[in-house]
């Protein structure tokens, strides 16, 4: 009989992050054994707060929330407050959570659980890699002491959400990317990038109205913090409704039989001004060897009813 899910996830935490965290706490079989928190779509202290709260709405009981880099690697910090609301969550009105942040940083506790206990860890990174390129900075080895890694990041076919050819997530710390796919290996380290997100995890109006009727307090929670990412993906990156990556991202990871087509690949990812952020997907036979599965497509009905299932 195989133990639980055990989990570590190192989170931006704003809309999405705050529905895959709900993802993870009720999906049955999963344990979440810390959450670390990173800049990215809103400052570190809001992240942190969002977490947090995120994680007691969902009863998630005692999951400690260390706090980690409060700026990328080398580049001032940029957020995406315009896509997620100054807040991170849509401005849906939620109480100040009764916890507090851990007082490890989010970088000790990543090189001290994957010391310890990675064999029996997987780690899910929801936003920037700025926590992970920092840890492997420190320990090489960091990455395969997992028992898998998985990131939302990257967009395998170039075709952006925050630039024309970059994902938020590696081009808000590029740099970051760049030591993970450095130090990764394509059998323990899997992104599903934004091209997957687009096609399969995007909330059509029926999607919508199907989470809605649910009327529970978690259902309701997940889609009124993505009202603001609902109106950056209709006005902005022509959805029909909000598409939620970090979940995707989860669920591939909660269930990687979700997972319908996917490629390993030399990839690099570009630092330079006018491509900053976009990952180069090298398929070349002459190609250096695969660092990164990636997903590119996924479940989509399956997916949906996971969501449904744990916002029951
Ligand atoms: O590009 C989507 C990613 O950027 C998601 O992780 C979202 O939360 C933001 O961090
Ligand atoms: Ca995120």
Do not use: K
């Not at 080895?141 to 990131?151: I, K, M, N, P, W």
């Not at 990041?153 to 050819?165: E, F, L, V």
């Not at 994902?167 to 760049?178: G, Y």
Request: aromatic share 4%; charged share 25%; hydrophobic share 45%.
């Amino acid at each position: 009989m195989r133990g639980p899910l055990r989990l570590v996830i190192d989170t931006d935490t704003a809309s999405d992050d705050a529905v895959a965290l709900l993802l993870a706490v009720r999906t049955p079989g999963v344990r979440i054994e810390a959450v670390t928190t990173v800049a990215g779509n809103v400052p570190l202290p809001r992240a942190s707060r969002n977490a947090l709260v995120t994680l007691e709405f969902a009863s998630a009981g005692n999951v400690p929330v260390h706090p980690g880099c409060e700026r990328p690697l080398l580049r001032p910090l940029e957020t995406a407050v315009h896509v997620h609301g100054a807040d991170g969550m849509g401005g849906a009105p939620l109480p100040e959570p009764t916890g507090t942040p851990a007082r490890e940083h989010a970088v000790d506790a990543l090189l001290r659980l994957a010391r310890d206990r990675g064999a029996e860890l997987t780690l899910v990174a929801l936003g920037p890699l700025t926590n992970i390129a920092a840890a492997l900075i420190r320990d090489r080895q960091l990455l395969d002491r997992f028992r898998h890694v998985y990131c939302m990041a990257g967009a395998a076919d170039a075709c952006g959400n925050i630039s024309a050819t970059a994902e938020f997530n590696v081009w808000a710390d590029p740099e970051a990317a760049a030591i993970v796919c450095d130090a990764a290996a394509c059998e323990t380290v899997t992104w599903i990038g934004w091209d997957a997100s687009r096609h399969d995890a995007v909330m059509t109006p029926d999607r919508q109205r199907r989470l809605c009727d649910l009327d529970t307090p978690l259902a309701r929670f997940a889609h009124r913090v993505n009202r603001s990412v609902d109106h950056w993906a209709t006005e902005v990156t022509g959805l029909p409704g909000y598409d939620l990556p970090d979940p995707l991202a989860m669920a591939v990871a909660l269930n990687p039989s979700l997972v319908r087509r996917a490629e390993t690949a030399h990839v690099r990812v570009a630092t330079g001004d006018e491509t900053r952020g976009q990952i180069l997907v090298d398929r070349r036979r002459t190609a250096a060897p695969a660092n990164l599965t990636l997903v590119r497509r996924v479940d989509s009905d399956g997916f949906e009813q996971m969501l449904l299932d744990a916002c029951a």
